[in-house]
Structure formats: C-alpha cells, structure tokens
C-alpha cells in the first residue's frame, strides 16, 4: 500500500494507471467502508482511499472538533485490506484551486439533511468534485447510508466528469444499526436505544405495505418515537428513492430519519 500524503505523490503514483476505483471517506473506518473497498477491489484494476475530515461539509465547528478521527487504525486496516493507495492531503491539496463547477441547490433540494444542515451539501459537493478532479477515477464507491448525499454527488459528478458513482448497501451491525463513524460517541445506553428505534422503523415499514395514508401514519410514528425514546427527531419521512420527492406509497420508497441520541445526529433510511 502506498501512502499519498499530497498531489505531486498522487499524480506521480496513478500516472498510467487506468479502471481506478475510489472510495473517499472522512476515515474512523469500519465495516460501511470496507464494503465499499472491497467493491472496489472487485470493479477496479486499482483502489484508491482518501481519508479527509472535510471542514467545508461541517455546519457546525464542534461537530468538526469532535468528529471522530483514528488515522493509525484506519492504515491498519487498509494495509490488511491491500488497498493500493490510501490519500492522506492536507487542506491545501483540496482547496488551494478556484472549484469551476457551480454549485447552487435548488428549491426541491432543500429538503431532508439540506433543511436541517445549512450549507452541509454544498460542502459535500465542493470536496467531491475536487477530489474527482484530483484522482480522476473510473468509478466512485459511494454508501446508501447517505442517500441523499449520494443522489446530490451522482447528480454533479456525472454531469461534469466521465466518473461514474457506485451506490452500495447500508452494513448494518447485528442490532441493525447502521454502521456510521459517529456511533464511536455514543455510549452504550445510547446504542440500545438506537438499536430500538432502528427495529421499530423497520417493523413499521414492513406494516405500511397494506396500509392507505401512509403519511398520517408515518406523522403518528414520529409523535410515538420523539415520546418513547425522548428524542428531537429533526424528519421522519417517506421519500421516492428516484427524485426524493413525497410519495404516499411504499413502492419506489424509503423512509427517511434524522434525530439526536445525546447531541449526537444520526441519519438512516429504510
Ligand atoms: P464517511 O466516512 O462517513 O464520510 O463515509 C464515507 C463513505 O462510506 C460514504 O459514501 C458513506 O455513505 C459510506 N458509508 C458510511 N457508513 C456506511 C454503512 N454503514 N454502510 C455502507 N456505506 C457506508
């Protein structure tokens, strides 16, 4: 595994490399991620990780302080996985250049994450289409977890880049919570209850398949959850998965979450 530590080594170790994969992450890895990796690995002639806690993306700068970050695992781990190349750049190497592309949300976007997170997504695509233009790869390995950043990144990245993105499922531990860097802050009473709360979503959107009004039942679900769990859930919708516009069926549909588990914000869908 070779280490990048900025783009004069980046460019000097993919030169004449073709069919690369890569996974960008904000590191604190885990099973999500090697998923991703490993997909990777099967797609593509070589992988390229980047690990880069991205400041532009964070709305709030204690959120960016206490975002979890362990490089010297994570090397561990990409060394056992034989990644080929792991990029490590410093601020500088994202952003010392003027970003071309446009990047401007419109009015149906804002929705879900981008009502609650102000400018987060516009710093999600900002990175994502620099660091395309800085690796240049084949194909980009991106999580479901994150769906709607996912839809936002395909929408840019493919418009002004031959890369293609390729969506991979949520890695869910064996309580079913989805796997996510930020669970390393949650203490383990926290952990059942968000255990809880993901079987119940679950069992809830199995129940909605026969059901008329869904929204009305999803609005009640909400009221049960913020009571049971004493939560601030931030959304709880159903979404069509194609343009995450309201839907009232369940077909081409997913449910949406958003809430706090002690000052901690996590997202899933289902
Ligand atoms: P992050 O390091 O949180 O920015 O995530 C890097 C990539 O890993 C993103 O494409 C995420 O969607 C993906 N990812 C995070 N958690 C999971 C998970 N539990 N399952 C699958 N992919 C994930």
Not at 7 to 30: C, K, Q, R, W
Not at 56 to 70: A, G
Not at 161 to 187: E, G, P, Q, V, W
Request: charged share 35%; net charge positive; proline share 2%.
């Amino acid at each position: 595994m070779k280490t990048l530590l900025n783009n004069i080594d980046l460019n000097e170790a993919l030169f004449g490399n073709s069919n690369i994969g890569f996974v960008p992450t904000m590191g604190s890895l885990h099973q999500g991620h090697i998923s991703l990796i490993k997909k990777s690995q099967k797609l593509s002639n070589k992988t390229i990780v980047s690990i880069f806690v991205n400041p532009k993306q964070f709305n709030n700068k204690e959120d960016y302080k206490k975002y979890p970050r362990d490089i010297k695992k994570d090397l561990k781990i990409l060394k056992r996985l034989k990644v080929d190349f792991v990029y490590l750049p410093k601020i500088k190497d994202v952003y010392k250049t003027k970003n071309k592309i446009k990047i401007k949300l419109n009015k149906q976007d804002k929705i879900l994450c981008a009502k609650y997170r102000k400018g987060h997504f516009e710093g999600v695509i900002d990175v994502m289409t620099r660091l395309t233009k800085i690796v240049n790869p084949s194909k980009i390995f991106m999580g479901e977890k994150d769906f709607q950043q996912l839809l936002l990144v395909k929408r840019y990245v493919e418009k002004n880049f031959k890369s293609k993105i390729i969506s991979c499922k949520t890695i869910r531990d064996k309580n079913k919570i989805a796997l996510s860097s930020r669970n390393t802050l949650l203490k383990k009473d926290d952990l059942i209850k968000v255990s809880k709360i993901t079987k119940s979503l679950i069992i809830f959107k199995k129940k909605l398949l026969d059901k008329k009004n869904l929204n009305n039942l999803i609005f009640m679900k909400k009221k049960e959850l913020q009571k049971k769990y004493n939560i601030k859930i931030d959304y709880l919708e159903l979404r069509n998965t194609k343009n995450l516009k309201f839907i009232n069926k369940i077909k081409n549909a997913r449910i949406f979450v958003a809430y706090f588990i002690n000052k901690v914000r996590l997202i899933d869908n289902f």
